[in-house]
Nanobody, 120 residues
């Protein structure tokens, strides 16, 4: 059973850089069939797609967040990190990672989400 687990700091001050990690266990994500996606859901709003990173480290980021977003990965640990710089209170949300299976195609596994609050 594939499991995804997000981790983050919980509380971030405005203008700081937010770093979120998604740890994948119980299965693979490091093939060209899968894409690791990030989403967020601000309080009282719908789900917003942020970005994906593919097997070959190809990435695609929402245009509204592209200038503030960067990625890293540690394939030995099956960990994928998203960094969002210059955060504001509008970045307060529950952040999720999800695996997209291109052969289905669908988002087949989701993490439980991690709450991030941006506040001074």
């Amino acid at each position: 059973q594939v499991q995804l687990q997000e981790s983050g700091p919980g509380l971030v001050k405005p203008s700081q850089t937010l770093s979120l990690t998604c740890t994948v266990s119980g299965g693979s994500i490091t093939t060209n069939r899968y894409y690791l996606n990030w989403f967020r859901q601000p309080p009282g709003k719908g789900l917003e797609w942020i970005a994906y990173i593919g097997y070959s480290a190809s990435t695609y980021v929402s245009p509204s967040l592209k200038s503030r977003t960067s990625f890293s990965k540690d394939t030995s640990k099956n960990q994928f990190t998203l960094q969002l710089s210059s955060v504001t209170p509008e970045d307060t949300a529950v952040y999720y990672c999800a695996r997209f299976d291109g052969s289905l195609p669908t988002f087949d596994y989701w993490g439980q989400g991690t709450q991030i609050t941006v506040s001074s």
